[in-house]
């Protein structure tokens, strides 16, 4: 095991059902985030009916 730092890399962004902005990044060792963001205010995509 070694003192490896993991290195974030953005993989991409999409926005979930629940209008919250999703952002995912990867490591090159495999390791996997997933961080999602509260959309307070603009919310420029999500029609209201
Ligand atoms: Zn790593």
Do not use: I
Not at 6 to 28: A, I, N, P, Q, T
């Amino acid at each position: 095991m070694g003192a490896h730092v993991h290195v974030r890399l953005s993989k991409g962004l999409s926005v979930s059902e629940d209008g919250e902005l999703v952002e995912y990044s990867r490591c090159r060792c495999g390791a996997t985030w997933t961080r999602t963001y509260r959309v307070d205010g603009d919310e420029p995509d999500h029609p209201t009916s």
